[in-house]
């Protein structure tokens, strides 16, 4: 079977997101008064081939606890699809 | 001794680092391939500043997983001593080796300037050449040195804060944080002391032509450490 | 597309009517689309100069060092050491995307310097953009210096120095010119050539995509505005690759069997096919299904098109191409054999069996010579009618140094090249924002400094006088520190050469170059045109940057501009003239952007380098700074503040005879210098300067904390230097 993974990594609540405030700060001179806080993340994207959503499940935990994500400052959420030909 | 310079792709202070040990220093000095498992029987491993990889990802994720690392962090489990400068210190806190990790600098820019240093603690192999609170001007290059410690290992990791941003005179406050670290600390060492992480450059100030010789004490202080330890 | 009508895909690619018909004569027959392709590139404006070639030969290519003539980068050689350099412009790529834009303009100038065989050990970049007010304009700006920093730092190659200029009349075109240097051994040097029948062609670097298909080369090539849907795609930077490339392949020419290389950039394949069979005097087969290609489905003529980064060419002895591939991928970089020298002259190129172009490879970098009607603009005579009378005086010159200080073109550069890593390489031994910037070889007593130098609004008010100004700023620049200029590269950046005014500004201004460096007896070793340079509202400044070279004999003694220490007596070398034309001071004090510029007096001014060189050798200086915009008042300031710690000074300019203050502050008279020396030195430089002919002022002392300046008993300015400092620091901070 062939899934597709959808990872979301971001930083944890309390670490400083340079990259957020400055997205915020842009997004006030456009006018959009209205936000009050951006955060930014990373998305991948990861196509894999594995017998089940399980097995493909546990791996893509894997990865991100390994590389995807730094632990020590960021978490991570994902999604899993099948991909049907 | 020897000195052994590890070469990640992307790495681009390697031949720096490697210039001021064999050539201002005159000590033997190996690179390392990145590739290789090999420590070529060195006695200080340096991981050079760059940009390993490119830094995608995150500074130093991939080049933690070298094969090289695998023999780094023996090494260093071993008492060996290693100094990660800038990607290096990257590298060392991605692998889990040094605590704590690098995030973007506070102002989201890079920032290539001199910079003072406040040595907090000489009793380590890397700054025993130094006397305790010296004052000292070494530059830092970086986009990534804003140090980041969890809040539960706070006062744990003070004890090893080897060197903090400060003023020409000494004062450590915000106004001379460059990045916006955690305590303004810009050099770590390891709970035993072998290991040191720092984002200022030291091969950028060993010579007196480039305006400081600063830098070249840590280096001096590892080659005394080394040499009074085979003494005894 | 086979079965495409020939003419009229050449007009689509920009190609002229009588040039398809040349090709046709070339050829005997009807091109195939691949090689229309082929030939749009090699011709277009960027690639084959048909507007400028003429004019370029005006340039010296003899000077005092040996130069070093090459295809893509030429330099100079000093001690058995070649000096390798070049300047080139990416400016309609930055302005679509400016920081990818950027960033690929530093990585295509890096390779053209790693095509030499030389290792690229400094960049530089003059940076021209419209006012920050513009907020189209501010997006240029900041992206262009991401874009700068995110691709020089992470490659490894320090950017030491440029410069930034804001103006109007860069709105909705600015100019980012990037200059690399590269040193190597003088055998060393390779040449982009492919020769000895048999020999390999490998292909190594990044993969093929379309990126950028007609990219910069047809961008080059027009004028922005006319049609928004002919912008090509984006070429995406890969500095970590690049930084691959570069070792890689220095240790692939380290092993002696490369016998030439050259680098992919604009035009790509094209280019590096065709130019090197030229210039080896042979022909080349190249078969397209062996280029490693990252998207699916590309046609020949995409692929011989293609401006995919971090892409090189090399020819190999055959017998070591395995030895050289395996180095390539040693550093994870692709390295595929995709054809071979042959002693046909001709670009042969198969694709799925079939030959899709098959040209001789002398025609296609041969291209048209084109020099159209050229006329004197009109505006010249209107700006050029300027009286000094028409201008008041000001009543508190705190108040107008302060504002020039702080202004945007006259401030520190700080904080923008404090975001470049300009100390990569241990080699940048005077750092930028001091003076002229000085690097080390390491093992040698000498070293180089570098600057780039150009005044666009000169340039605008005289294109003549503005390039040879620009020319003896550069060297002035240079010999202020000590160095004996050496050798240097240009990129001519003006409008559209087919309208007859922005031609002659061309025309002048190449003339004008040619003649200062002629006079000083620097030779033009590179350089680059970029034409098309325009915004619905007209076209740029003419702006002619200079890159120079110069040689520092002991690298110990070069001067910084800062003031060192108290009770220096400081000096004014040269003449005042009653001249303001073109001054900033009346660009943003009077917003008169108008009158002669000032007039450049060639023989003064080589005397004025003499003297420096000769100064800084005899030790007799404590610090040196040359007078440009800004006049004496800037670079009294600047003398004050660039120090850590900033120090006063307290000048009288009563000596300096019967002119108008605001011109003996601001005016920017050329060949002048502001130096400061011990008492016990100054009958040495009294006596050196009397010797060679250059007028001396002693014009105050320095010491206390504020910068003082009278003229006899009147009280001009009196201002704490930490408040300048402060001032001159933060306006380009944000």
């Keep these: 079977m062939k899934y597709r993974g959808k990872v979301i990594v971001t930083l944890k609540p309390g670490v400083f997101d340079p990259q957020g405030v400055t997205i915020r700060s842009a997004l006030h001179t456009l006018s959009y008064k209205e936000v009050e806080e951006v955060k930014a993340g990373k998305y991948f994207e990861i196509i894999l081939e594995l017998e089940n959503c399980s097995q493909a499940e546990k791996r893509i935990q894997e990865m991100c606890d390994q590389l995807l994500s730094n632990p020590v400052i960021e978490s991570y959420s994902y999604q899993l699809e099948e991909i049907k030909n | 001794m020897r000195f052994g310079v590890v070469v990640f792709p992307g790495s681009n202070c390697d031949y720096d680092c490697y210039y001021v040990l064999s050539q201002v220093l005159e000590v033997d000095t190996v690179f390392i391939w990145h590739g290789d498992k090999d420590l070529k029987d060195c006695d200080c491993i340096v991981l050079p500043g760059g940009f390993s990889y490119g830094d995608y990802l995150r500074a130093g994720a991939i080049a933690r997983f070298s094969p090289v690392m695998e023999a780094v962090k023996e090494f260093a489990e071993d008492g060996g001593l290693v100094i990660g400068i800038c990607n290096g210190f990257q590298v060392l806190t991605e692998a889990g080796i040094l605590p704590g990790a690098l995030l973007p600098n506070k102002g989201g820019r890079f920032i290539c300037r001199q910079t003072y240093l406040r040595v907090e603690n000489n009793q380590t192999p890397f700054t025993l050449l130094f006397t305790p609170g010296e004052v000292v001007k070494i530059p830092i290059a970086h986009q990534q040195g804003n140090f980041f410690i969890d809040p539960l290992y706070q006062e744990e990791i003070k004890k090893q804060i080897a060197f903090r941003y400060c003023s020409s005179q000494g004062e450590v406050d915000a106004n001379h944080n460059p990045n916006g670290s955690w305590e303004n600390v810009a050099g770590i060492i390891s709970k035993e002391g072998n290991i040191l992480g720092m984002m200022p450059h030291p091969e950028r100030a060993a010579e007196k032509i480039l305006g400081s010789e600063d830098g070249r004490r840590v280096f001096l202080s590892v080659i005394k450490w080394w040499e009074e330890k085979r003494w005894k | 597309m086979e079965v495409m009508n020939g003419e009229s895909v050449a007009k689509e690619l920009g190609l002229r009517e009588e040039e398809y018909e040349r090709i046709l004569s070339i050829l005997g027959r009807v091109p195939t689309p691949t090689e229309i392709a082929m030939f749009s590139v090699e011709w277009s404006e960027h690639c084959g100069y048909p507007h400028s070639r003429k004019w370029l030969e005006l340039l010296p290519r003899e000077g005092k060092f040996s130069p070093l003539l090459g295809e893509d980068a030429g330099g100079i050689v000093y001690d058995g050491l070649a000096v390798v350099f070049k300047m080139e412009s990416h400016n309609h790529p930055s302005q679509v995307e400016p920081k990818q834009g950027a960033a690929t303009g530093i990585g295509g100038i890096i390779r053209d310097i790693l095509g030499s065989g030389a290792r690229p050990i400094a960049c530089l970049d003059s940076l021209h953009f419209g006012p920050r007010e513009d907020e189209?304009?501010?997006?240029?700006?900041?992206?262009?210096?991401?874009?700068?920093?995110?691709?020089?730092?992470?490659?490894?190659?320090?950017?030491?120095?440029?410069?930034?200029?804001?103006?109007?009349?860069?709105?909705?075109?600015?100019?980012v010119n990037v200059m690399c240097l590269g040193i190597a051994?003088?055998?060393?040097?390779?040449?982009?050539?492919?020769?000895?029948?048999?020999?390999?062609?490998?292909?190594?670097?990044?993969?093929?995509?379309?990126?950028?298909?007609?990219?910069?080369?047809?961008?080059?090539?027009?004028?922005?505005?006319?049609?928004?849907?002919?912008?090509?795609?984006?070429?995406?930077?890969?500095?970590?690759?690049?930084?691959?490339?570069?070792?890689?392949?220095?240790?692939?020419?380290?092993?002696?069997?490369?016998?030439?290389?050259?680098?992919?950039?604009?035009?790509?394949?094209?280019?590096?096919?065709?130019?090197?069979a030229a210039s080896g005097g042979s022909g080349v087969e190249i078969n397209l299904d062996l280029v490693p290609l990252r998207e699916e489905g590309m046609e020949p003529w995409e692929i011989m098109m293609s401006e995919s980064q971090e892409r090189m060419l090399l020819c190999v002895e055959r017998g070591y191409e395995k030895k050289i591939i395996q180095i390539f991928h040693k550093w994870g970089l692709e390295g595929e054999i995709i054809g071979e020298v042959k002693n046909t002259g001709k670009v042969t190129i198969k694709y799925q069996g079939e030959i899709v172009a098959d040209i001789p490879a002398l025609e296609l970098t041969k291209p048209p010579v084109y020099t159209p009607s050229r006329e004197k603009p009109l505006y010249l005579d209107e700006i050029n009618n300027f009286s000094l009378h028409s201008i008041p005086p000001p009543s508190n010159y705190e108040e107008v140094l302060l504002h020039l200080v702080s202004s945007e073109n006259l401030s520190s550069r700080h904080p923008v090249f404090e975001q470049y890593d300009h100390m990569v390489g241990i080699n940048t031994v005077r750092l930028p924002g001091l003076g002229t910037v000085v690097l080390r070889v390491k093992g040698k007593k000498w070293g180089i400094a570098v600057t780039t130098d150009c005044n666009p609004l000169y340039c605008y008010l005289s294109p003549r006088e503005g390039a040879k100004m620009a020319v003896a700023e550069a060297a002035r620049n240079l010999s202020a520190c000590g160095a004996r200029p050496a050798g240097v590269t240009d990129c001519l950046n003006f409008g559209n050469p087919e309208k007859p005014d922005r031609y002659w500004q061309f025309v002048e201004a190449i003339e004008g170059l040619s003649e200062a460096c002629r006079f000083f007896g620097i030779p033009v070793v590179s350089g680059n045109v970029s034409f098309y340079n325009e915004n619905p509202q007209g076209t740029i400044f003419p702006t002619p940057t200079i890159g120079m070279v110069g040689i520092v004999e002991e690298i110990e003694k070069a001067v910084t501009a800062g003031f060192k220490e108290d009770d220096l007596i400081v000096v004014l070398l040269g003449e005042t003239k009653e001249e303001l034309g073109g001054s900033e001071y009346l660009r943003v004090i009077h917003h008169r952007e108008e009158g002669p510029p000032p007039q450049v007096d060639l023989p003064k001014e080589k005397a004025l380098q003499e003297l420096l060189i000769t100064l800084v050798k005899e030790e007799i200086l404590s610090s040196a700074i040359d007078l440009s915009e800004g006049g004496l008042a800037l670079a009294l300031v600047e003398s004050s503040v660039v120090?850590?710690?900033?120090?006063?000074?307290?000048?009288?300019?009563?000596?300096?005879?019967?002119?108008?203050?605001?011109?003996?502050?601001?005016?920017?008279?050329?060949?002048?210098?502001?130096?400061?020396?011990?008492?016990?030195?100054?009958?040495?430089?009294?006596?050196?300067?009397?010797?060679?002919?250059?007028?001396?002022?002693?014009?105050?002392?320095?010491?206390?904390?504020?910068?003082?300046?009278?003229?006899?008993?009147?009280?001009?300015?009196?201002?704490?230097?930490?408040?300048?400092?402060?001032?001159?620091e933060g306006s380009l901070g944000e």
């Design chain 3, 136 to 175: 189209r304009s501010l997006y240029v700006y900041r992206g262009v210096i991401e874009g700068i920093a995110f691709y020089g730092n992470c490659v490894g190659v320090p950017t030491v120095a440029g410069e930034v200029y804001l103006y109007p009349a860069f709105q909705g075109n600015c100019l």
């Design chain 3, 185 to 276: 051994p003088r055998e060393k040097l390779t040449q982009a050539k492919a020769q000895g029948e048999g020999n390999y062609i490998i292909y190594v670097g990044n993969k093929t995509g379309r990126d950028g298909i007609g990219g910069c080369s047809i961008l080059a090539s027009q004028e922005f505005g006319v049609k928004e849907e002919k912008r090509p795609s984006v070429q995406i930077g890969d500095p970590f690759t690049e930084k691959c490339l570069i070792e890689a392949t220095l240790e692939a020419l380290d092993t002696g069997h490369v016998i030439g290389v050259k680098d992919m950039g604009a035009a790509g394949l094209t280019c590096s096919t065709s130019e090197m």
């Design chain 3, 643 to 728: 120090e850590e710690n900033p120090r006063g000074v307290m000048v009288d300019l009563d000596c300096l005879g019967d002119i108008r203050e605001d011109v003996l502050l601001f005016g920017e008279s050329g060949g002048r210098a502001l130096v400061s020396v011990r008492g016990e030195s100054l009958n040495s430089l009294q006596r050196f300067a009397r010797e060679i002919g250059i007028p001396y002022q002693v014009i105050g002392k320095t010491g206390g904390e504020k910068l003082i300046i009278k003229k006899g008993e009147k009280l001009l300015v009196s201002l704490p230097v930490e408040e300048l400092k402060s001032c001159w």
